[in-house]
C-alpha cells in the first residue's frame, strides 16, 4: 500500500490524466445510452440500407423549426398514447432523435421495453444532423 501511495505522489500528474480519461470514456458510454448512439452518417446508412424509420421526440416547437426528412414526429410525452403508429415498424431500424440525445435515449429504452429490437439512439440529436451537414426540412 505504501508503494502504491509512493507512485501516486510521485506520478500525480499521471494519476490524474488517467482518472479524467476514463471518466469522460464513462461519461461517453452512458451517454449513448441503450439505445446505441450511432453518428448522423451511420444513420444515413441505415436509412438508405435497411429503410430506417426515423422518429423525431422533439416537442412542436422544436420539430417547427426544422427536422430530418421523412422523419415521424411523435413528441416524448406522446411516446405511450401513440406506440401503437410505430407497432408496423418493428422490423426496421428505428432511429431516434431530440435536440441533443438525451430525450430520445430515454425513448429509445421504451421502445426496446415495448419489444421494438433495432432501435438507435441518433448520437448529438439534431445538432449533430445539421452539423454534419446534412438536409432538415420544415412543414408548412
Request: glycine share 10%; with cysteine.
Amino acid at each position: 500500500m505504501e508503494k502504491i501511495l509512493e507512485f501516486v505522489q510521485n506520478n500525480l500528474m499521471y494519476v490524474m490524466l488517467a482518472v479524467t480519461s476514463g471518466a469522460m470514456l464513462l461519461w461517453q458510454t452512458a451517454r449513448a445510452g441503450v439505445g446505441g448512439g450511432i453518428s448522423p452518417l451511420e444513420a444515413t446508412l441505415l436509412m438508405n440500407r435497411e429503410d430506417a424509420v426515423t422518429i423525431d421526440v422533439r416537442e412542436d416547437q422544436e420539430w417547427a423549426t426544422g427536422h430530418i426528412p421523412n422523419a415521424r414526429h411523435i413528441a416524448q410525452g406522446q411516446l405511450e398514447k401513440r406506440i401503437q403508429e410505430l407497432e408496423k415498424f418493428k422490423s426496421r431500424p428505428l432511429i431516434v432523435c431530440c435536440q441533443s440525445g438525451s430525450r430520445s435515449s430515454s425513448v429509445c429504452s421504451a421502445l426496446k421495453k415495448h419489444g421494438f429490437e433495432k432501435v438507435h439512439n441518433l448520437a448529438g440529436g439534431i445538432g449533430a444532423w445539421k452539423e454534419a451537414g446534412l438536409p432538415v426540412t420544415t412543414t408548412k
